[in-house]
Antibody, heavy 120, light 107 residues
Framework: EVQLVESGGGLVQPGRSMKLSCAASGFTFNNYDMAWVCQAPKKGLEWVATISYDGSSTYYRDSVKGRFTISRDNAKSTLYLQMDSLRSEDTATYYC?????????????WGQGTLVTVSS | DVQMTQSPSNLAASPGESVSINCKASKSISKYLAWYQQKPGKANKLLIY???TLQSGTPSRFSGSGSGTDFTLTIRNLEPEDFGLYYC?????????FGGGTKLELK
C-alpha cells in the first residue's frame, strides 16, 4: 500500500524558513516524479512544485520560484520542501503527492498533508 | 495559466441518484483532465485521468467525458461514501491547475 506521510508543518513568522518532509513507502520511490500541492484554508488545490524521479529536474509555480526548493533523497525515500522568505499567503496545508509512473501530468497518490501557518 | 472553472459549487443528492459535475477550461486542453475526490481525514484520491480513464480501484459508477474545454464527471447510483469534495485538474500543460471544487452533499 502506498503511503506518503508529511511532517514539519507548524506556525512560523513571516520572512522565516521552514522545511517540510514526506516519507514514502509501499512503492519504488526512485522511479516516480514527486510533487507538493497546497490548499489554503477553505480554498482549492494549487500545485507548488515537481521534481523528477532522479532529482535532475525541478519545476515551480511562479509565486514560489526563488523562495521554495523541492528536493529528494532516494536512499531515504523522502521528499522535501524548503520554504524560505515565507509570506502570510503561503499559509496552507501542504500535500506530498506522487505523479504516475512515467508521467508528471497528474497526481496518483497523496499524503494527508501538513499545515503551515505563517503569522506573527 | 489555464483557468479551470467547476460547476456547480455545491450539489445535494441522495444515495442511489446520479449526479454530474462540470469542469470548463479557459482554453483547449485536448482530453487531458483528471478528477479527484477529497474527504476530511483521508488522502485525496485520483479517480480519473486523461478525461475518461479510470484509475485502478475507481468504481465503475464513476465516469468522465469531454474534450477541448468542456468536461463532465458523472457518478451513477450514488453510494454513501461518494459524498465529499471533487476537483478537476488539467494536465495538458504546466503549471497543472485545478478547478475550485464541487461539494457533493447528502440531501
Amino acid at each position: 500500500e502506498v503511503q506518503l506521510v508529511e511532517s514539519g508543518g507548524g506556525l512560523v513568522q513571516p520572512g522565516r524558513s521552514m522545511k517540510l518532509s514526506c516519507a514514502a513507502s509501499g512503492f519504488t520511490f526512485n522511479n516516480y516524479d514527486m510533487a507538493w500541492v497546497c490548499q489554503a484554508p477553505k480554498k482549492g488545490l494549487e500545485w507548488v512544485a515537481t521534481i523528477s524521479y532522479d532529482g535532475s529536474s525541478t519545476y515551480y509555480r511562479d509565486s514560489v520560484k526563488g523562495r521554495f526548493t523541492i528536493s529528494r533523497d532516494n536512499a531515504k525515500s523522502t521528499l522535501y520542501l524548503q520554504m524560505d522568505s515565507l509570506r502570510s499567503e503561503d499559509t496552507a496545508t501542504y500535500y506530498c503527492a506522487s505523479h504516475s509512473y512515467g508521467s508528471r501530468r497528474w497526481f496518483a497518490y497523496w499524503g494527508q498533508g501538513t499545515l503551515v501557518t505563517v503569522s506573527s | 495559466d489555464v483557468q479551470m472553472t467547476q460547476s456547480p459549487s455545491n450539489l445535494a443528492a441522495s444515495p442511489g441518484e446520479s449526479v454530474s459535475i462540470n469542469c470548463k477550461a479557459s482554453k483547449s486542453i485536448s482530453k487531458y483532465l483528471a478528477w479527484y475526490q477529497q474527504k476530511p481525514g483521508k488522502a485525496n484520491k485520483l479517480l480519473i485521468y486523461s478525461g475518461s480513464t479510470l484509475q485502478s480501484g475507481t468504481p465503475s459508477r464513476f465516469s468522465g467525458s469531454g474534450s477541448g474545454t468542456d468536461f463532465t464527471l458523472t457518478i451513477r447510483n450514488l453510494e454513501p461514501e461518494d459524498f465529499g469534495l471533487y476537483y478537476c485538474q488539467q494536465h495538458n500543460e504546466y503549471p497543472p491547475t485545478f478547478g475550485g471544487g464541487t461539494k457533493l452533499e447528502l440531501k
